[in-house]
T-cell receptor
Framework: EPEVTQTPSHQVTQMGQEVILRCVPISNHLYFYWYRQILGQKVEFLVSFYNNEISEKSEIFDDQFSVERPDGSNFTLKIRSTKLEDSAMYFC????????????FGQGTRLTVV | ELKVEQNPLFLSMQEGKNYTIYCNYSTTSDRLYWYRQDPGKSLESLFVLLSNGAVKQEGRLMASLDTKARLSTLHITAAVHDLSATYFCAVVEYGNKLVFGAGTILRVKS
């Protein structure tokens, strides 16, 4: 069964460093998303991406964050100058173009900023 | 701005009992999802509800949607330990953006 894959599963980084979280969406999907979940809290939308551009973003997704689809398969989230409060589980998701479709989530990357 | 509220936030149940989790949302939406999350794991899709009166069942879980009341329920029948997890409802705000509820932590005790 097709699935969304994310790497790495766990990333530890020093405060102030840049990190890139990687995702391989399901191959025929056209919409891509990043969500985050701070430990013990709810899942929050960060950004959606369609047709090689951001279609929506939340207030959380400020200039510190960027997304890119560098090739036909990968979808990345870059976090510049990480802060302690960026520590969270980051989920990538993808969906196709149908109204009835659901978003399929990857297994997540746990980011720990120390 | 769409707000999604779940209750209860924590539910401890005995095996064999029935219970319902509620999900209220504040503005019109055409899709509602229920997800399950095990500790440290990803979100597993349980149900997609698209229309008023939609009811879906899988095993001991049944989900329903009342778009007029902006309410969805997840009913658990004869709970078993394996159902212990956190359950989230999520509502599509616009486009494909999901707004999640706070989650309900379910613990089934034997």
């Amino acid at each position: 069964e097709p699935e969304v894959t994310q790497t790495p599963s766990h990333q530890v980084t020093q405060m102030g460093q840049e990190v890139i979280l990687r995702c391989v969406p399901i191959s025929n999907h056209l919409y891509f998303y990043w969500y985050r979940q701070i430990l013990g809290q709810k899942v929050e939308f960060l950004v959606s991406f369609y047709n090689n551009e951001i279609s929506e973003k939340s207030e959380i997704f400020d200039d510190q964050f960027s997304v890119e689809r560098p090739d036909g398969s990968n979808f990345t989230l870059k976090i510049r100058s990480t802060k302690l409060e960026d520590s969270a589980m980051y989920f990538c998701a993808s969906s196709d173009y149908s109204r009835t479709t659901e978003a399929f989530f990857g297994q997540g990357t746990r980011l720990t900023v120390v | 701005e769409l707000k999604v509220e779940q209750n209860p936030l924590f539910l401890s149940m005995q095996e064999g009992k029935n219970y319902t989790i509620y999900c209220n949302y504040s503005t019109t939406s055409d899709r509602l999802y229920w997800y399950r999350q095990d500790p440290g794991k990803s979100l597993e899709s349980l149900f997609v509800l698209l229309s008023n009166g939609a009811v879906k069942q899988e095993g001991r879980l049944m989900a329903s949607l009342d778009t007029k009341a902006r309410l969805s329920t997840l009913h658990i029948t004869a709970a078993v330990h394996d159902l212990s997890a956190t359950y989230f409802c999520a509502v599509v705000e616009y486009g494909n953006k999901l707004v999640f509820g706070a989650g309900t932590i379910l613990r089934v005790k034997s």
